[in-house]
């Protein structure tokens, strides 16, 4: 079972060949449908050129090769993950348009949450503040995005937000890879591999996972609304306004998504604070003044544990809301889709 479906169940498929399959330019031709798992293909291929530009980097200690490390390496799994979106909304979404989302929406998304986070930067305030301001500005985007797409649907909606969400993650990755390698004696290659690495596994469960989940709220909310304006308006008359309670299930998503993003970001510094107290570590520097190397690295091991349990119990609460979403719509659906009338038994011959 897929997370974010292809196509719903009631949507009409479009014929390989015939009249909308044919090239205007050759006439009685047909235009071979684009394949698939360009995505998984592009993964694996960007990963080889990675560990390539990698060793080529080590071998000849060239800093030129920097800035096309971190753009690889960064780029590498939300790129991937928006072709996998592209293959998943074809027909849907023109494709240009999802690009337009990955880069415009990605740099657009970093400039305006490097904007408001610089006043609350510094402060553990910072790092709950950013959850509310990066979803705010990725929101925003797909609202922007969402414009003119038509048969609006929380699946639909889901794919347009793994977009921006990777699109985001690409740009915000590249800057902290950049951030990491900056050493006062030079370049630090490793630490930079490291946080390319770390981010690159994290990014599907972090703001590719959470854009999502706003995206299929919208389009649910977008696909109703546009259901009753179809409905209210009739011959000579405007198509009716939008309720202010249809809007509420996405504030309460936007709210939800930005804590889950908060308790991610928070995560570390949690771990930590419980990892000093159980291990006593910091009684011992209170009384002692110092920290036996034993109860740093006890604590340390506990405090990497206990993160990477709060980031697997924020990825599956995240993963669970989404495909709840997705289900719920389309359960609805089904529901109030018209059923055939029964055949008369007159009809069927004795």
Same mark, same amino acid.
């Given at each position: %079972?897929?997370?974010?479906?292809?196509?719903?169940?009631?949507?009409?498929? @479009?014929?390989?060949? !015939?009249?909308?399959?044919?090239?205007?330019?050759?006439?009685?031709?047909?235009?071979?449908?684009?394949?698939?798992?360009?995505?998984? /293909? =592009? %993964?694996?291929?960007?990963?080889?050129?990675?560990?390539?530009?990698?060793?080529?980097?080590?071998?000849?200690?060239?800093?030129?090769?920097?800035?096309? *490390?971190?753009? @690889?390496?960064? &780029?590498?799994?939300? &790129?991937?993950?928006?072709?996998?979106?592209?293959? /998943?909304?074809?027909?849907?979404?023109?494709?240009?348009?999802?690009? %337009?989302? $990955? &880069?415009?929406?990605?740099?657009?998304?970093?400039?305006?949450?490097?904007? &408001?986070?610089?006043? @609350?930067?510094?402060?553990?305030?910072?790092?709950?503040?950013?959850? $509310?301001?990066?979803?705010?500005? /990725?929101?925003?985007?797909?609202?922007?995005?969402?414009?003119?797409?038509?048969?609006?649907?929380?699946?639909?909606? #889901?794919?347009?937000?793994?977009?921006?969400?990777?699109? $985001?993650? #690409?740009?915000?990755?590249?800057?902290?890879?950049?951030?990491?390698?900056?050493?006062?004696?030079?370049?630090?290659?490793?630490?930079?591999?490291?946080?390319? #690495?770390?981010? !690159?596994?994290?990014?599907?469960?972090?703001?590719?996972?959470?854009?999502?989940?706003?995206?299929?709220?919208? $389009?649910?909310?977008?696909?109703?609304?546009?259901? +009753? +304006?179809?409905?209210?308006?009739?011959?000579?008359?405007?198509?009716?306004?939008?309720?202010?309670?249809?809007?509420?299930?996405?504030?309460?998503?936007?709210?939800?998504? =930005?804590?889950?993003?908060?308790?991610?970001?928070?995560?570390?510094?949690?771990?930590?604070?419980?990892?000093?107290?159980?291990?006593?570590?910091?009684?011992?520097?209170?009384?002692?003044?110092?920290?036996?190397?034993?109860?740093?690295?006890?604590?340390?091991? *506990?405090?990497?544990?206990?993160?990477?349990?709060?980031?697997?119990?924020?990825?599956?609460?995240?993963? @669970?809301?989404?495909?709840?979403?997705?289900?719920?719509?389309?359960?609805?659906?089904?529901?109030?889709?018209?059923?055939?009338?029964? %055949?008369?038994?007159?009809?069927?011959?004795?």
């Amino acid at each position: %079972m897929t997370l974010i479906p292809e196509y719903p169940k009631y949507a009409p498929r @479009v014929p390989a060949t !015939g009249p909308t399959a044919t090239d205007p330019t050759t006439a009685g031709s047909t235009v071979d449908s684009p394949r698939r798992g360009y995505w998984w /293909k =592009a %993964m694996l291929g960007g990963l080889g050129l990675w560990v390539l530009t990698v060793i080529v980097t080590i071998l000849t200690r060239n800093a030129n090769l920097v800035p096309t *490390l971190i753009l @690889v390496g960064s &780029f590498l799994v939300p &790129f991937s993950a928006s072709l996998l979106a592209i293959e /998943k909304t074809r027909g849907r979404i023109n494709p240009t348009r999802l690009l %337009m989302a $990955f &880069f415009v929406g990605g740099i657009f998304g970093v400039l305006a949450a490097s904007i &408001f986070e610089a006043k @609350v930067s510094g402060t553990l305030t910072s790092l709950l503040a950013a959850g $509310f301001i990066e979803e705010a500005v /990725k929101l925003t985007v797909l609202a922007c995005a969402a414009r003119h797409i038509v048969r609006r649907t929380p699946g639909l909606g #889901a794919w347009l937000g793994v977009v921006v969400g990777a699109g $985001f993650a #690409a740009f915000e990755s590249a800057g902290y890879a950049l951030n990491s390698s900056l050493d006062g004696g030079g370049i630090n290659l490793l630490a930079l591999l490291e946080t390319e #690495a770390l981010r !690159g596994l994290l990014a599907p469960a972090g703001h590719v996972l959470w854009t999502a989940i706003v995206g299929a709220t919208l $389009f649910a909310v977008l696909g109703r609304l546009d259901a +009753r +304006r179809a409905a209210k308006a009739g011959p000579g008359r405007a198509p009716s306004t939008a309720p202010i309670a249809a809007w509420i299930p996405l504030v309460l998503t936007y709210l939800g998504v =930005a804590v889950l993003h908060a308790a991610w970001d928070l995560a570390g510094n949690i771990a930590g604070y419980i990892a000093v107290a159980v291990t006593g570590a910091g009684r011992y520097q209170a009384t002692y003044g110092f920290t036996p190397e034993a109860v740093v690295a006890e604590a340390q091991n *506990l405090a990497n544990g206990l993160y990477l349990a709060g980031v697997i119990v924020v990825t599956v609460l995240g993963v @669970v809301w989404l495909t709840a979403s997705v289900l719920q719509y389309e359960a609805t659906q089904s529901r109030n889709r018209p059923r055939p009338a029964p %055949m008369s038994s007159a009809l069927i011959p004795e």
